[in-house]
């Protein structure tokens, strides 16, 4: 699976877009980029996934370049519960190595009132 | 629909004894994995079971070992504890067949070996 690169922490003002960047510049064609969050003392819980384009649910967006090799989760109104440890996870899709995830140190993001 | 479940939530043991950790998946869930959260490594990846079959392994010795029985049932269990065991021990049960491979995790069972 591809190596990501995340900033260790990051503050957000409540109520303000929180942009989560993550580098991972080995990706390959068919790996897909997860967004996990885990608040504390939690087990982590899912928050989007996408292999080339733009998505989009109820928690959050996710936004990956062109040419894959980042991406950036967007919290598009962060509030206090939005406080976590947000992984980003490179990787094939389930068929292909089964359901075992790595996850790295994550981004620490604080949102503050 | 229930979560995924693990007991015990906390168990305190000795060292060189052993335990028995226990998950019970969403149902329907037939992929169930195991983690291990330390502070000091992370969330590390310890075996996925699929059908009573171990899928995939992490890089854990011989000490760390699982189970999955016919109700998607798993157990992990872990031999001759040392110290640097303690960790909040996290199951993730998945749909198989989901695109997504979305993980949903229990709540974990924190164990401290004294």
């Known amino acids: 699976d591809a190596k990501t690169t995340q900033p260790p922490s990051m503050d957000c003002a409540e109520g303000r877009a929180a942009n989560l960047p993550c580098n991972h510049s080995?990706?390959?064609?068919?790996?897909?980029v997860y967004w996990y969050r885990q608040i504390h003392s939690q087990g982590p819980q899912y928050i989007i996934h996408g292999l080339k384009n733009n998505e989009t649910n109820e928690m959050a967006s996710l936004i990956i370049t062109e040419d894959r090799k980042s991406s950036t989760l967007i919290l598009p109104h962060a509030t206090l519960r939005d406080t976590a440890v947000y992984y980003c996870?490179?990787?094939?899709?389930?068929?292909?190595?089964?359901?075992?995830?790595?996850f790295g140190t994550g981004t620490s993001l604080t949102v503050i009132p | 629909k229930a979560g995924v479940t693990q007991t015990p939530r906390y168990l305190i043991k000795t060292r060189g004894q052993q335990v028995t950790l226990s998950c019970s998946p969403i149902s329907g869930h037939r992929s169930v994995s195991w983690y291990q959260q330390t502070p000091g490594q992370g969330l590390q990846f310890l075996f996925e079971y699929f059908s009573e079959t171990q899928r995939n392994k992490g890089n854990f010795p011989g000490r760390f070992s699982g189970r999955q029985f016919s109700n998607s049932r798993s157990e992990m269990n872990v031999s001759t504890l040392e110290l640097g065991d303690s960790a909040l021990y996290l199951c993730?049960?998945?749909?198989?067949?989901?695109?997504?491979?979305?993980?949903?995790f229990g709540e974990g069972s924190r164990l401290t070996v004294l």
């Open positions: 996870i490179v990787r094939y899709p389930p068929e292909v190595t089964g359901n075992q995830f790595y």
């Open positions: 993730a049960s998945s749909l198989e067949g989901s695109v997504a491979g979305e993980l949903f």
């Open positions: 080995t990706i390959s064609g068919n790996e897909y």
